[in-house]
């Protein structure tokens, strides 16, 4: 089944790093643009960052540029947000997507969730206060 799936969430204190990795089942991820979300409670999704197809373009949401890095490595079908010195407002569960079939050719990146096509079930990340 094609599918992504997220792991790496975990609870952890303030000023911790921690990595999110989202790895493409039954496809390859290589050529395909990715972003990362994350949303808390009902409120709508708020984009983090995201990566063109051949990892040449990188855009951060504000609030990501500096503490987040977004790298990708195709040898294990995996694209990677690493988090540094995480803070409480981190707290949010955090999906991967992807243009499965919107944008498949990978040049497109966009920012907006609703861009996206192809989203993997989410991971928890908690920060307490």
């Known amino acids: 089944q094609v599918q992504l799936v997220e792991s790496g969430g975990a609870s952890v204190q303030s000023g911790e790093s921690l990595r999110l990795s989202c790895t493409a089942s039954e496809f390859t991820l290589g050529h395909y643009s990715v972003a990362w979300f994350r949303q808390t409670g009902g409120n709508e999704r708020e984009a983090v960052a995201c990566i063109k197809g051949d990892g040449k373009g990188n855009r951060y949401a504000d609030e990501a540029q500096g503490p987040f890095t977004l790298y990708r490595d195709n040898n294990k079908n995996t694209v990677y947000l690493q988090m540094h010195s995480v803070k409480p407002n981190d707290t949010a569960v955090y999906s991967c997507?992807?243009?499965?079939?919107?944008?498949?050719?990978?040049?497109?990146?966009?920012?907006?969730?609703?861009?996206?096509?192809?989203w993997g079930q989410g991971t928890q990340v908690t920060v307490p206060s």
């Open positions: 997507a992807t243009g499965w079939l919107v944008f498949p050719e990978g040049v497109k990146f966009p920012i907006q969730y609703y861009e996206y096509d192809l």
